[in-house]
């Protein structure tokens, strides 16, 4: 059987060594990992997700009134953390995921990204996914990439149209590299001829699948004094996490996907792409 989430690892290390812009990243701190994602159904391609955000400033919930707007209630103080990764004891610090089979069926008819190729294959729209997400890591590896206007500004909006217009332009860099065919040739097919032409479609997962290691929020020690409190109002207490805040190569396995659904062959860290 393929596996998938190897092969777009290996893809990924060829698109930094082709691509200036992205020159920066080491791929041995990107973890690239598969997720559930339905054909037929709406859903993102793939996500960037950072893990070298720091924790949050303190904070509390609330809840008022609809009436009268007054508090009524609040949470105890937290901070919001990213969780730990390691992977042969090297920190991780990006992670990408797929959506299988979403990810291999996806083509460049309609999209949004289509007016970028004209004339393409439409498998190139997968190609333009992965420089996308790839595109989204901050070269001072502390977040999700700012997007610069045309005035020198930030925008909040981290999908602008000149956010397009660069990846097609990383894409057709790397094209014009000449990278050998098997670097990609696997984006060729959708997912049925990935199944019929390996016998299956594999790759990395977390144990905790469908779950993954994503922010969460913790009990601040020492709690603090808050100007949300008045007579009447009642102090929740957070609930501990349900999930684990650190990870290693232990809790990655090989998940074989099908259309509509997923299931565990291996749990083991020496399985991990990337």
């Known amino acids: 059987m393929i596996n998938y989430t190897e092969c777009l690892s290996l893809l990924m290390q060829d698109l930094v060594s082709r691509i200036p812009t992205l020159s920066f990243i080491n791929p041995a701190d990107v973890l690239v990992f598969a997720r559930s994602g339905r054909s037929n159904a709406e859903g993102a391609f793939a996500t960037c997700h950072c893990l070298t955000l720091p924790a949050s400033d ?18 105890e103080w937290f901070l919001t953390k990213s969780p730990a ?3 042969g004891g090297r920190s991780i610090k990006y992670m990408i995921s ?13 999209s949004r990204k289509e007016r970028f190729y004209p004339g393409a294959d439409p498998w190139i729209a997968k190609l333009d996914t992965v420089v996308h997400e790839l595109y989204h890591i901050d070269p001072e590896m502390t977040g999700i990439r700012r997007i610069e206007r045309g005035d020198g500004t930030y925008s909040a909006n981290c999908h602008g149209h000149h956010f397009f217009e660069q990846v097609a332009t990383m894409v057709h860099t790397y094209l014009e590299s000449k990278p050998s065919a098997a670097a990609y040739d696997f984006l060729q097919d959708d997912f049925s001829s990935l199944a019929s032409r390996f016998g299956g479609v594999v790759g990395t997962s977390f144990r905790t699948f469908p779950s993954f290691p994503q922010r969460y929020i913790e009990r601040l020690a020492e709690q603090l004094p808050c100007e949300a409190d008045a007579e009447g109002v ?33 749990r083991k860290g020496a399985f991990r792409a990337a």
Do not use: M
């Not at 509390?60 to 209630?73: G, N």
């Not at 797929?98 to 309609?110: H, M, T």
């Open 58 to 75: 303190p904070g509390y919930y609330f809840w008022r009134d609809r009436s009268t707007r007054r508090i009524t209630r609040r949470s």
């Open 85 to 87: 990764v390691t992977v």
């Open 98 to 110: 797929f959506a299988l089979p979403r990810f291999c069926d996806q083509s460049l008819d309609r």
């Open 234 to 266: 009642k102090v929740e207490t957070l609930r501990a996490a349900n999930q684990p805040t650190r990870y290693t190569e232990d809790d990655l396995h090989v998940r074989q996907f099908t259309a509509d659904s997923s299931k565990r062959l291996i």
